[in-house]
């Protein structure tokens, strides 16, 4: 594999006209302790945000993006107490969604050492998964056409008593212990130098980094006599097959500006690379909550209860008369769910959830013409 990454970065190179980037990042552009680094999250239609080539002075113009939901990630200080602490190198620790992320900063480097939280086989499990080495999320300083390739990986033991009851069950053999094996395959390549155009007309001059990820997650179970058994194939559908085993590849284009924390524009795509299935970019103005609603009077769509379970119920409300569609992604952007409602004003959906996996969603409402009126985050928790 190394062999066809260094294949991909020396065409890449002989593709383009060298020419020194405008800028070069130091490390100001990590996040320290204290920082609140605040973003806006949203899909987009297909083919709504072009995906332009690599190469020098690109402009990225994303001012006319609408709609979104706001987030927040906090960098709190974390200092070891005790030597059974889980990650007593870290140096920055990141709390959201009910899981834990560790982190250490140094001049040279931003990376995550692991977390503490819900197993990444998505069992529901409670757990800590240790990073071997580190991944690597920046470095410093960065520079147009900077390469670099690793490999990461975690391995986590735990005993078959903690397992949810229907994977249990759906054994035909009683285990001893499980563990989840999670591989990562990760090239990096700033392809690209230019200016980002946000909403609001706000310009940065930005370098470009592109990111692939192969990722391999596998689940064994260890029973007598025949030692680990990989069970990956069995269960990649397990409480509603969510991908979550298995293999699977994400492309993202991070923008990043000097001495900003936040990245100025993500870009996720699809596996063929022809459209962007999420995309999300630096919040100009402070966000109050972590789900801001538009004022009373203009249309929105809110869902309640959330967290949800069972059901949510979405109203609908101050919209023109039209055919809608209510559309349900999970967090890789793959559509989980759709309905369309010929909706005058007010209008309130009922959405059964009981087939939905736990875990974090994205909803929106777009009308007849594509134009998506909001898209929000939608939480489903399982007793």
């Not at 072009?50 to 006319?64: A, H, K, M, V, Y």
């Amino acid at each position: 594999m190394t062999k066809s990454y260094f294949s991909f970065f020396l065409a890449f190179c002989l593709s383009l006209t060298m020419l020194s980037a405008q800028i070069t990042l130091d490390n100001s552009y990590f996040p320290v302790a204290g920082d609140t680094l605040s973003t806006v999250t949203l899909i987009p239609q297909d083919g709504a945000i072009p995906i332009t080539e690599s190469g020098n002075n690109q402009l990225w113009d994303f001012s006319s993006i609408s709609g979104g939901i706001a987030n927040q990630v906090i960098y709190d200080a974390f200092t070891s107490t005790s030597p059974t602490d889980p990650f007593p190198e870290a140096n920055l620790v990141v709390n959201g969604d009910g899981n834990q992320t560790f982190l250490r900063a140094t001049d040279e480097r931003f990376e995550i050492l692991g977390f503490e939280g819900l197993d990444p086989a998505g069992l529901g499990i409670e757990l800590v998964s240790r990073l071997t080495p580190p991944l690597m999320e920046r470095s410093a300083p960065l520079d147009f056409l900077d390469f670099a390739s690793f490999f990461t990986s975690s391995n986590i033991a735990f005993g078959a008593d903690v397992l949810p009851g229907g994977l249990v069950d759906s054994l035909p053999f009683a285990p001893d212990s499980i563990r989840i094996l999670v591989n990562l395959d990760v090239v990096d390549l700033v392809d690209a130098w230019g200016t980002v155009i946000l909403p609001g007309n706000v310009s940065y001059e930005t370098l470009r980094q592109k990111r692939i990820q192969h990722t391999e997650t596998r689940l064994e179970v260890k029973v007598p006599i025949l030692n680990w058994i990989d069970v990956t194939d069995q269960f990649a559908n397990f409480g509603g097959g969510d991908g979550l085993l298995g293999m699977d590849t994400t492309i993202i284009y991070n923008h990043y500006a000097a001495g900003v924390k936040e990245p100025i524009a993500v870009l996720t795509l699809d596996a063929v690379e022809e459209n962007v299935v999420s995309f999300e970019y630096r919040a100009e103005e402070p966000i109050i909550s972590s789900a801001r609603e538009v004022e009373e009077g203009f249309e929105n769509v809110y869902a309640y209860p959330n967290p949800a379970i069972n059901y949510a119920n979405f109203d609908c409300v101050n919209l023109k008369p039209d055919y809608y569609d209510l559309k349900i992604y999970n967090i890789l952007g793959l559509e989980k769910y759709q309905e369309r409602n010929f909706i005058s004003g007010n209008k309130k959906i009922n959405v059964d959830l009981s087939s939905f996996t736990k875990g974090t969603y994205l909803y929106s409402l777009s009308d007849t013409t594509g134009k998506v009126i909001m898209t929000k985050r939608l939480v489903v928790i399982r007793p």
